[in-house]
């Protein structure tokens, strides 16, 4: 009886070890970025990203993008949006790619929380042979300052 339950023990032990090592190889795989997928980067932060469907071609696997600084965040609080129309924050990135880099900024107007990468608006450039659009940035002021290293971007880079 007591081997029993010890063998029992033992098997959920296992099963629970083996559910765990599962979930932390799925978490792993999420926190990979991909082309055409949007993602969140923070401030002075540098992440690689790879083509949704890895055919191992060398030429969109060198591809990194750096959220080098805030250049300024003059977006309203969005308790006095209806005061200040045209409010907007500017970030400077740095995209790398096979050795070319290209500095840009990218704007993004206040007083909503987040945008979608369309041809009709103007806070995407086009360079490298990508389309890189600033979908959000975070935090969103309340009126106090923010630190610049506090801020995290949300980003879709797409092959064009």
């Known amino acids: 009886m007591k081997t029993k339950a010890i063998l029992l023990s033992a098997t959920i032990l296992f099963l629970l070890l083996a559910v ?4 932390k190889e799925e978490s792993t795989l999420t926190s990979t ?4 997928v949007p993602f969140f980067i923070n401030a002075q932060e540098v992440k690689s990203l790879i083509p949704f469907n ?5 030429s969109d696997s060198s591809l ?9 965040d003059w977006r309203c609080p969005k308790s006095s949006c209806y005061l200040c129309y045209g409010s907007d924050a500017t970030i400077q990135i740095i995209l790398t790619h ?3 880099q290209s500095s840009i900024n ?12 369309n041809d009709n608006l103007y806070y995407r450039k086009d360079t490298l042979g990508y389309r890189i659009c600033l979908l959000r940035l975070d935090p969103y002021p309340t009126g106090t300052p923010i630190n610049s290293p506090k801020y995290t971007g949300k980003l ?3 092959k064009l």
């Open 54 to 58: 890895s055919n191992n071609n060398s």
């Open 106 to 117: 990218l704007t993004i107007m206040g007083c909503r929380d987040e945008y979608e990468c």
């Open 64 to 72: 990194s993008v750096s959220f080098k600084e805030v250049i300024h």
């Open 20 to 23: 765990i090592g599962c979930s």
């Open 33 to 36: 970025n991909h082309l055409g």
């Open 156 to 158: 879709n880079i797409s």
């Open 98 to 100: 096979q050795n070319k």
